[in-house]
């Protein structure tokens, strides 16, 4: 069975780091599409970040606010696709989650297949 799991969110104060994991199982990582999505209170879901897993021809996407702060990556071997998190802000405050589909986009329409999301909360 298609399953996403994500893990890392936690409490940091401005400025620091944390590293998000999506653990997928019930198919490879190479032929998804692995999107990260933010929603905070009060707000629509944002799309973070994507990454077309293909192990021959990968390509990320990020949203304006997080570039250059941000970086996705994958590991094949552990099906495993991860989100760096650094110079965090309050504003980054949201629950996470990842998602698989099967086109790039920072859009949730592509993806059918979700996790339960990770609370990341950024404040002194």
């Known amino acids: 069975q298609l399953q996403l799991v994500e893990s890392g969110g936690g409490l940091v104060q401005p400025g620091g780091s944390l590293r998000l994991s999506c653990k997928v199982s019930?198919?490879?990582?190479?032929?998804?599409?692995i999107g990260w999505f933010r929603q905070a209170p009060g707000k629509e879901r944002e799309g973070v970040s994507c990454?077309?897993?293909?192990?021959?021809?990968?390509?990320?996407y990020y949203t304006d606010s997080v570039k250059g702060r941000f970086a996705i990556s994958k590991d094949d071997v552990k099906n495993t696709v991860y989100l760096q998190m650094n110079s965090l802000k309050p504003e980054d405050t949201a629950v996470y989650y990842c998602a698989a589909g099967g086109v790039a986009s920072l859009e949730d329409i592509p993806y059918d297949y979700w996790g339960q999301g990770t609370q990341v909360t950024v404040s002194s």
């Open positions: 019930g198919f490879t990582l190479d032929v998804w599409t």
């Open positions: 990454i077309s897993s293909s192990m021959s021809d990968s390509k990320t």
